[in-house]
């Protein structure tokens, strides 16, 4: 691959795995500690991610158990759970904090696919950007000592890179509905 056309290359896989990161937050039914991922819990006065104060695993199929180093910190994680968008409510022993995860109905499971198709067009929007990007600097080049045939074949190169993450993007986006609407 042409040096130019790397960078450009490094910024579409970014937005790429940025959506797969995205789309391991959406839960669909089934518990996935990912979801818990975004959740800041406050460690004495720092911001820290539930999965470094403690075990996260999933017993069974719809449910996540947190278990704290510091059973001081089941007030603070169940407060930062309740606070945030997860829309579950935790309940602890004392010991260990449970998530359990509703089925989904019919409707709920539509507006997740709605969600990730919105957020797999953001995708694509941001893929687009990073090609035009491309092809402005790739116009710039004219009147150097790079030959109107080089160019050429650049943008054509950008074109089949920005179609190769297209196709990437629509199957993840098709996958994650698959996998939401399965019940």
Known sequence: MDERMKVYDEKMTKTY??????????????????VLDRIMVDYYGTP???????????PEARMIQI????????????????TSDL?????NDGRVIRLVFPELTEERR?????????????????????????????KKLKG???SEDTI??????MQKLTDKY???????????????MTV
Do not use: C
């Open 17 to 34: 795995n940025n959506l797969l990161a995205e789309f391991g937050a959406i839960r669909a039914g089934r518990a996935n500690p990912h």
């Open 48 to 58: 820290t991610p539930i999965q470094q104060v403690g075990n996260v695993n999933v």
């Open 67 to 82: 278990q704290p180093w510091d059973t001081s910190m089941l007030k603070a994680i169940t407060k930062a759970i309740q």
């Open 87 to 91: 829309g579950i409510n935790p309940t």
């Open 110 to 138: 539509k507006d997740l696919v709605k969600e990730v198709k919105k957020k797999g067009e953001g995708a694509k929007v941001a893929v687009r950007n990073i090609r035009r990007d491309a092809n402005d600097a790739f």
């Open 144 to 146: 150097t000592d790079v």
């Open 152 to 157: 050429k074949e650049l943008e054509n190169a």
């Open 166 to 180: 297209m196709k990437d993007i629509d199957s993840a986006v098709e996958e994650k509905s698959k996998e939401i």
